[in-house]
């Protein structure tokens, strides 16, 4: 409602300011005999009238009237300056009914002294205290005109002046307004974000409330479009492979890898690490969208994490296995991705398994709640630097890390830069600067998700 408003005092002040340039431009031909009969000046719907108000003398003296129209803006306190204006405009007004008086009263006194002259003998020389007299009387009138038409001018010039202050201002405001129009638009959508991502957690945590009180719910004629591989275990699907799921029926499906084998199946793998023939070392879009091979190594793509642990609570799996053929897993009961807009943060919660909770070493290196960070995409809590970039991955860096299952694949064990595979609390991270200060190397890596509700 209130851009309209503004937009309308903006045509107002634009049209007054033609107007007052308009009259401005008028008045110093006042005295001009060109200036015949009535004269109309408008600036779009707002006439001003000039009109002489009797006869023009010889002398630059001409009596005038200027009719203002009626002004009444209704306008936000911001533009009191447009008040001013108007408090201008009605001084000037009377200004110039002074000077029409004024110029009358000349006029007047100019006439009688013509009549006197006319019914009397040629002026002598001895008679020049008369014509004297008239001449200053008539000098001193055409002075006080003179002032007063300054003195008017002055006026218009600070009238003008105001306007386009005014109108500057208008200008400066409209820009304000679109910016926290925009700004506005931004917050409603986390708004709606926050609000949509709340109601798909109670939607969620409903329907495995219901899905564990009632089996039914679990049958396969329920099962319409697969939202995530766990739906193809209930469709009694047993083989690995490569399917298409609709975490989100507003959102397209996409394809995933499912690992219906290990662990009771129903598993929608996120993230695999094989044998280092695709590079993890990407920028923010590649992680965004994923990259890879689903039947190799790949990333799924933050997009689909988000959708696919939106869609119901999830559970995550993280399974590793080093060089020396050692394996360990870390299972997380909460695992969920917020959106883009969020910055892809982490939430996770609730482990248990045998290569340590990495993802909370300590208080200074825990990585739920981090955003996610890469080499182009700073979002990390490490000031100084970007991790991504650092440590060549796309990660929920904290400042920076106690995991990184997306760095370098090294083939084995390295020095340097802890830029490769990295999980801190695997079992012989402490001893693993001595003797020989070579760093740890994982042979495969593999993050994948199941509905927490899940019945193999
Ligand atoms: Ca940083």
């Known amino acids: 409602m209130r851009l309209p408003l503004l937009c309308v005092c903006g045509v107002l002040v634009i049209n007054l300011t033609q107007s007052s340039v308009a009259v401005s431009s008028s008045t110093s031909k006042v005295g001009d005999k060109e200036l015949g009969g009535d004269r109309e000046v408008t600036g779009g719907g707002c006439p001003v009238k000039l009109r002489p108000a009797g006869q023009c003398s010889d002398e630059d003296e001409c009596p005038y009237q200027i009719t203002l129209p009626p002004l009444t803006i ?14 201008e405009l009605q001084s000037l007004k009377e200004t110039v009914n002074r000077l029409k008086n004024t110029c009358l009263e000349g006029k007047k006194y100019q006439a009688d002294q013509n ?35 300054k003195e008017m001018q002055i006026k218009m010039n600070r009238m003008s002046t105001s306007l386009r202050n005014a109108r500057n201002q208008i200008n400066g405001l409209q820009g304000q307004l679109e910016g926290i129009k925009i700004l506005n638009l931004k917050n409603v959508e986390a708004i709606v974000d926050n609000k949509v991502e709340n109601i798909s957690n109670v939607v969620s945590r409903l329907s495995s409330t219901c899905s564990s009180q009632c089996p039914a719910r679990n049958s396969p004629q329920h099962i319409l479009a697969p939202r995530d591989c766990s739906d193809y275990g209930i469709l009694d699907v047993r083989k690995n492979g490569v399917y298409k799921v609709t975490p989100d029926p507003r959102n397209s499906s996409f394809e995933v890898f499912c690992d219906m084998e290990s662990y009771g199946g129903g598993w929608t793998v996120v993230q695999q690490r094989l044998h280092g023939n695709v590079s993890f070392n990407r920028m923010w879009n590649d992680y965004k969208k994923g990259f890879g091979d689903l039947h190799g190594e790949f990333w799924l793509g933050n997009d689909n994490i988000h959708l696919l642990t939106k869609a119901k609570d999830m559970i995550l799996r993280v399974e590793l296995e080093d060089f020396e053929g050692v394996r360990g897993y870390a299972k997380y009961d909460q695992f969920y991705i917020a959106n883009e807009f969020l910055r892809y943060r982490l939430s996770i919660s609730g482990y248990s398994g045998t290569a340590g909770d990495a993802l909370h070493f300590s208080k200074h290196f825990n990585h739920d709640q981090c955003f996610f960070t890469t080499p182009d995409r700073d979002n990390d809590r490490y000031p100084s630097g970007n991790c991504g970039a650092y440590y060549s991955s796309g990660w929920w860096f904290d400042a920076c890390m106690s995991a990184n299952l997306n760095g370098k694949y090294y083939h084995k064990r390295y020095k340097g830069v802890r830029n490769g595979i990295f999980w801190g609390t695997w079992h012989n991270m402490s001893s693993e600067y001595y003797p020989t200060n070579y760093r740890q190397a994982f042979k495969t890596v593999k993050m994948m998700i199941r509905p927490k509700n899940y019945v193999p």
Do not use: C, H, W, Y
């Open 74 to 87: 209704q306008l936000p306190k911001q533009f009191r300056l447009l008040e001013k204006t108007v408090k």
């Open 115 to 149: 009549l006197q002259r006319d019914s009397s003998e040629p002026p002598l020389q001895d008679q020049p205290a008369a014509i004297s007299a008239g001449q200053d009387i008539s000098n001193i009138s055409t002075t006080f005109s003179n002032s007063l038409v």
